[in-house]
């Protein structure tokens, strides 16, 4: 994690202050602009959060992204304003360890109804090479049970040091939303909580959450379908962000620098990936729409690869390969088939 990155504690409990002072003076939050009358009051992190409390909760809540549509989420410096507006929130979803600005906010908001959707399912590490192999995926859905369901308890059991930790060496990869499987015990725990948080509309809340797990059901069994013969199973990224994705569909990921989307690589490495490109018949370098393509393209043009567009989800902009999630995560199937030669 770049050191720039990090706000200090200090800095933002100074900044929750000011927030509630401009809080107070507007008398209304960023997530109650719009007279949303009695629905819940969501915030979410960044978009993959934004996407399931906006699915799963439906006309029962009025969600605000802290993060908007095309800043790079691990870049957010929270405005006191935003700061504010989290202590204002009835319900808040975040992935600690993606957004150190974030996590500082919410740890010191108050919010009762606080949501780590890094304790509904298992983290694990991946470094710039990830090989697909199972894992033991069997026994997430038990471990999503154990831990999940229930808010503020679940935010509680897992303390600083519990290894969520965004590009740290030894830390856990944050990336979960883009495994489908995982995605989906996320969606089942983010469910139950709501119903905990706003037990009237309850049903609804299953009725949504059934029908989202299902969909990444489908989307999970296309990938399986699509990527099942590949003429090649190396894929070459500029951000390591797709090693869950790698591990659940038998594929190798060789990124160019490490889980941090904008660490430089080290010539060693550049020289790395020559070796492995050629030995492993990649056909491609993937880059991504929210950060930089340069290093992308100056090993594309080294190594006369191609370049291409994998997107981590981590915003939807216009430049996005779809509007949503679902349609994003088919455009990466799409992408990843022509370029592992898949038939």
Known sequence: MNV??????????GAVVL???????????DAADGGNGDKLKVTASFYPMQFLAEKIGGEHVAVTSLTKPGVEPHDLELTPRQIGSISESDYVLYLKGIQPAVDDAIKQSGVQNTVDAATLTTLENHGSEVSGHDHGHEGEEAHADEHGHEGEEAHEEHSEGDGHNHGEEGGADPHIW??????????KGVGKSLEKADPDHAADY?????????ELGELNT????????????????THSAFGYLAERYGLTQQGIAGIDPEAEPSPARIQEI??????????T????????????????????LKTGVLDPLEGITDKSQGADYIEVMESNLAALRKALGAK
């Open 274 to 283: 020559h070796t492995i490109a050629e030995k492993e018949k990649a056909t």
């Open 178 to 187: 883009l495994d489908p499987v995982k995605y989906a015990e996320v969606a």
């Open 222 to 237: 296309a990938y399986e379908t699509g990527l099942k013969n590949p003429a090649t199973k190396t894929f070459i990224t």
């Open 206 to 214: 299953k009725k949504n959450t059934d029908a989202l797990v299902a």
């Open 285 to 304: 370098v993937f880059f991504e729409t929210l950060a930089s393509d340069r290093t992308a393209k100056t090993l594309a043009k080294d190594t006369g």
């Open 19 to 29: 927030g509630l002072t401009a809080l107070s003076a507007c008398s209304t939050s």
């Open 4 to 13: 720039r990155r990090l706000i200090p504690t200090t800095a933002v409990a």
